[in-house]
């Protein structure tokens, strides 16, 4: 009888101790998503010191619609880079912006050409870090929480009529941006932006 409840005792020990480490794993796990509420994935994105994206880029215009895959890097306070991947013609360009000089690289082709008709590139309205910047200096910024997802919008702090409002979607499980939508004073869309990697370091 002593050794049958003996050995219920130690049953019933190992399945605890499993199940403790079990729980320990799964909490681990969830560290940057589940667990977090909505204003804690908001500051947890206001407060990125320095990442790595690759991004599609829709750019539309009243004449047409262009598109580029751009790789980007961000290191606070205010050093990024961000490099043309498509579409070839000017694929390798590459804008380096210490904070206070602006270094654009490619020397197959014509510098003048490219800030003339690829202005947009040379915008750093396409960062994250910018849109970060927007959202905490206007009193306007705010966010709504979906299924899925937290919707945070903003006014651009510029006078630029092309890039007035901007919307920031992020993934509530990964805690990382999936798509962010700029539009112009009469709301039309005027980039659009798909983050196909991010990489938070």
């Known amino acids: 009888m002593k050794k049958k409840?003996?050995?219920i005792l130690l049953i019933l020990i190992i399945i605890s101790v499993c199940g403790l480490i079990f729980f320990k794993k799964s909490v681990k796990?969830?560290?940057?998503?589940?667990?977090?509420?909505?204003?804690?994935?908001?500051?947890?994105?206001?407060?990125?010191?320095?990442?790595?994206?690759?991004?599609?880029?829709?750019?539309t215009s009243n004449k047409n619609s262009n598109k580029y895959i751009l790789k980007q890097n961000y290191q606070a306070p205010n050093i990024s880079s961000?490099?043309?991947?498509?579409?070839?013609n000017i694929a390798g360009v590459k804008i380096?912006?210490?904070?206070?000089?602006?270094?654009?690289?490619?020397s197959s082709l014509n510098i003048n050409k490219i800030?003339?008709?690829?202005?947009?590139?040379?915008?750093?309205?396409?960062?994250?870090s910018t849109f970060i910047s927007d959202y905490k200096e206007n009193n306007?910024?705010?966010?709504?929480?979906?299924?899925?997802e937290i919707i945070m919008n903003t006014i651009s702090n510029t006078e630029n009529i092309y890039t007035?409002?901007?919307?920031?979607h992020i993934?509530?499980?990964?805690?990382?941006?999936?798509?962010?939508?700029?539009?112009?004073?009469?709301?039309?869309?005027?980039?659009?932006?798909?983050?196909?990697?991010?990489?938070?370091k």
């Open 5 to 7: 409840y003996w050995l």
């Open 29 to 59: 796990n969830d560290k940057v998503g589940n667990n977090k509420n909505s204003q804690e994935i908001v500051d947890y994105i206001l407060n990125l010191s320095s990442y790595e994206t690759q991004i599609t880029v829709t750019v």
């Open 82 to 88: 961000q490099e043309v991947i498509e579409p070839s």
């Open 96 to 106: 380096e912006n210490d904070g206070t000089n602006l270094k654009i690289e490619n």
């Open 115 to 128: 800030l003339e008709n690829y202005s947009y590139l040379g915008n750093n309205c396409l960062d994250l």
């Open 140 to 148: 306007e910024s705010s966010f709504e929480e979906k299924d899925t």
């Open 164 to 168: 007035h409002e901007k919307t920031l």
């Open 171 to 200: 993934d509530k499980n990964t805690a990382k941006p999936t798509q962010m939508e700029i539009k112009d004073n009469k709301q039309n869309t005027t980039i659009y932006i798909l983050y196909n990697e991010v990489k938070i």
